[in-house]
């Protein structure tokens, strides 16, 4: 089995590169395609979804949340999916945005950072449900002085506690994971 991952853009594609391997039993390979935004991801999506011919191949669409409704966010990648051919893919959605998943780890972005006492915020209200955040890259820039998106996934991702529930979307992402991985 291999698994593709069609990703709204480059920073998520650093993050699963690093996650991935530690999710992975060392048969399943993966792969990883980041695009430049949502309108090129669902732009292409049907193109590649229908010209990948191998069966052994499992396909999962991520793409942010942003200031939309999931449920309808969900639904027109479902659609997109389904008359492309593939109604096995597999959609999260992050809310709102990669960073949520960051702000869910503090101590991860600590380890990342070097800025000292970062983990001591994480129950404070700002940062105990990061995926209710609707501009979490804003929080982010403003603990992190300079953060970058592409650079700051990097260093963040091997530091991220594959355990933590503190963003369902991640926790919802790292389950589909480790179930397809039993099927």
């Excluded at 991801?41 to 052994?56: A, I, Q, T, V």
């Excluded at 389904?82 to 991860?108: K, T, Y």
């Excluded at 979307?169 to 991985?181: E, M, T």
């Amino acid at each position: 089995m291999k698994l593709v991952f069609m990703l709204e853009e480059p920073s998520m594609k650093e993050v699963l590169n690093v996650l991935l391997p530690k999710l992975l039993p060392a048969e399943i390979a993966f792969h990883c395609i980041a695009h430049s935004g949502k309108s090129d991801l669902e732009k292409s999506l049907p193109r590649k979804l229908r010209g990948w011919n191998d069966p052994d191949v499992r396909f999962f669409v991520l793409r942010d949340q942003d200031d939309l409704d999931c449920k309808i966010v969900k639904d027109q990648l479902r659609k997109i999916c389904d008359d492309a051919g593939r109604p096995d893919a597999i959609i999260r959605i992050v809310c709102h945005e990669l960073e949520s998943w960051f702000l869910a780890d503090l101590a991860a972005v600590e380890l990342a950072t070097g800025i000292t006492n970062l983990a001591k915020k994480q129950n404070t209200v700002t940062y105990r449900a990061p995926d209710s955040k609707s501009k979490p890259s804003i929080l982010m820039k403003q603990l992190v002085p300079g953060y970058q998106k592409v650079s700051g996934a990097r260093a963040i991702a091997p530091h991220l506690d594959l355990g933590n529930t503190r963003s369902p979307s991640f926790s919802a992402l790292v389950g589909a994971i480790s179930k397809i991985c039993q099927s």
